[in-house]
């Protein structure tokens, strides 16, 4: 409680104001008397008031007259002048409004918020987890920054429990059992049921393309809980034209994204480390753990199975890259029944870029190296050499089967779709000029 002149503020915090003087000043600065007024201001719980004393009395001479300020006036005057301003805020007798918020009814879904819906709830089913066993009770470390190979995603692919997932999801295991993997335990599949519920099966390694980046597991469940994936086609697709993407991105089950086909033929650099040619590119989110689930089209169909993402931090940056459905088409079978996919082979190798780059080289597939009596060889077609000018580039192949080959993956697509012992048509540059 605060007294001034017998005029009563109320103020909660003890504060404590010690003794300060003020001089009082004419503004026009003629004929001044100083005089100071002095108080101590102090919080008491007592009701008794503390009068604060002035001068007896103060005379300002100014041009008009003088004025004769009063104790009373001059005291309360200093003293309001040292205490925070107070403002008025509402009484606690004041009625409170019941204010009750606006509820908008839910809205009606779009047409094509509908089809998306549809397509997750027919395809969730189709799309499973899949876990490395090596590291499956791993505790996360400190320094990782993005989820590790072997917690990735995967697709049924018929009755009998084939699953179809990336040959990088499992790569820590392969590396360890090599050769002698198939037939063995790998991984852990967690299959969702039509009740929404998860059950977990053993994989067994069945087959791998590290080619394709591809591997087959099979998981011994219930032939009711296994609703193979709906095949589509990759030939023929749009850029613009919108896909959707599922799976188990850092560990979230069935989580979808969408977006739109962002181009294609890309040469994707798999995390297997091989050049994977024909490639979708998408900008519906993919992340780690992704990897091996389908990209959709707007009907459901599977066109790609996601493989890989172009980044510098570990997450999404909107480019991601799927393996074009029918290159899966051809190479599952092959893996299902020999454990492996027998690949139709010029017996060549194909520089990388960089060489290409460097021998100035722009465009088709430059030739490293030929292997002795195989098809390139008997067709006298001449690999990279040096020679006493130094390095001289070999033979470049820019079209096959009437096929225009700019890329290495070009040629790795084109002979994607050849069968073994069928002849091919091969048209190469060598030194910058047509081949006769």
């Known amino acids: 409680m605060f007294s001034v002149s017998g005029t009563k503020f109320v103020y909660s915090p003890s504060w404590n104001f010690t003794q300060r003087r003020f001089p009082l000043r004419n503004r026009a600065q003629t004929k001044t008397h100083h005089s100071y007024a002095s108080c101590k201001v102090s919080h008491k719980r007592t009701a008794t008031p503390e009068i604060c004393h002035a001068p007896s009395e103060t005379v300002l001479d100014v041009d008009d007259g003088s004025i004769d300020l009063s104790r009373r006036k001059l005291s309360a005057t200093l003293l309001l002048g040292l205490l925070p301003t107070f403002q008025s805020g509402p009484s606690v007798a004041d009625p409170i409004t019941d204010a009750k918020p606006v509820i908008t009814p839910p809205g009606k879904l779009t047409s094509s918020e509908e089809a998306i819906i549809r397509v997750f709830e027919d395809n969730t089913v189709s799309v499973v987890n899949v876990f490395d066993i090596t590291l499956i009770g791993r505790a996360p470390q400190a320094t990782d920054t993005e989820t590790p190979e072997g917690n990735g995603t995967g697709i049924i692919w018929d009755k009998d429990g084939h699953v179809v997932t990336n040959y990088h999801v499992l790569g820590n295991v392969l590396k360890g059992l090599g050769d002698g993997a198939a037939g063995k335990r790998v991984a852990k599949i967690s299959v969702l049921g039509a009740d929404g519920y998860q059950q977990s ?236």
């Open 201 to 436: 099966y053993d994989g067994v390694l069945v087959g791998s393309d590290r080619q394709r980046d591809l591997a087959v597991v099979r998981v011994n469940a219930p032939k009711e809980m296994l609703k193979p994936a709906a095949l589509g086609s990759s030939a023929g697709l749009h850029v613009g034209q919108l896909c959707l993407a599922i799976g188990n991105p850092f560990g979230f089950d069935h989580t979808l994204t969408t977006g739109a086909i962002s181009g294609l033929g890309r040469d994707i650099q798999s995390q297997a480390g091989v050049t994977i040619g024909g490639g979708i590119q998408t900008d519906a989110a993919i992340n780690p753990g992704n990897s091996g689930g389908p990209l959709l089209d707007s009907a459901g169909r599977v066109i790609g199975i996601n493989t890989a993402i172009f980044t510098n931090s570990g997450t999404s940056a909107g480019v991601g890259f799927a393996i074009p459905i029918d290159s899966v088409k051809r190479a599952v079978p092959q893996i299902i029944e020999l454990g492996r996919v027998v690949q139709p082979s010029l017996k060549l190798q194909v520089a990388s870029e960089r060489v290409a780059q460097s021998l100035q080289v722009k465009g088709g597939a430059l030739i490293q190296s030929v292997e002795p009596d195989g098809p390139a060889a008997r067709a006298g077609l001449l690999p990279t050499r040096r020679t006493l000018q130094g390095i001289v580039a070999g033979d470049v192949i820019v079209e096959m089967n009437g096929k225009p080959v700019k890329t290495s993956g070009d040629l790795s697509t084109v002979l994607d779709e050849l069968s073994v012992g069928e002849e091919v048509e091969v048209k190469a540059l060598r030194e910058g000029q047509p081949m006769s």
